[in-house]
Structure formats: C-alpha cells, structure tokens
C-alpha cells in the first residue's frame, strides 16, 4: 500500500482515485485541465477507463 505523501498526481492511483470519484472528480479533472492548459473548460465528459 502507497502512502499519500509518497503520490502526486502523475501517480496512476492518485489521479484514478480522484478523478473516479461520484461527487468531485468532475470538478477535481475540470480543475486540473484549467490549470495545466491556462483556459476555462465548457464542456468536459469523463470516461472510466479501469474497473479496480
């Protein structure tokens, strides 16, 4: 098991675990993307791509 303070968010279970949650990824991924492409996003769908 990974300890918090040894993940970022380029760690593959960190960023899942974010992004996969029901009430903030949305806006957790929103975030990111805003902040790493410097311009508002409209429109953003999240698309599961692993089933742990």
């Given at each position: 098991?990974?300890?918090?303070?040894?993940?970022?968010?380029?760690?593959?279970?960190?960023?899942?675990?974010?992004?996969?949650?029901?009430?903030?990824?949305?806006?957790?991924?929103?975030?990111?993307?805003?902040?790493?492409?410097?311009?508002?996003?409209?429109?953003?769908?999240?698309?599961?791509?692993?089933?742990w």
């Open positions: 098991m990974k300890r918090l303070e040894d993940m970022n968010l380029v760690d593959d279970f960190l960023a899942y675990s974010l992004t996969a949650h029901k009430t903030y990824g949305e806006k957790a991924s929103r975030y990111i993307l805003e902040c790493i492409l410097q311009r508002k996003i409209r429109r953003l769908t999240l698309v599961p791509q692993k089933v």
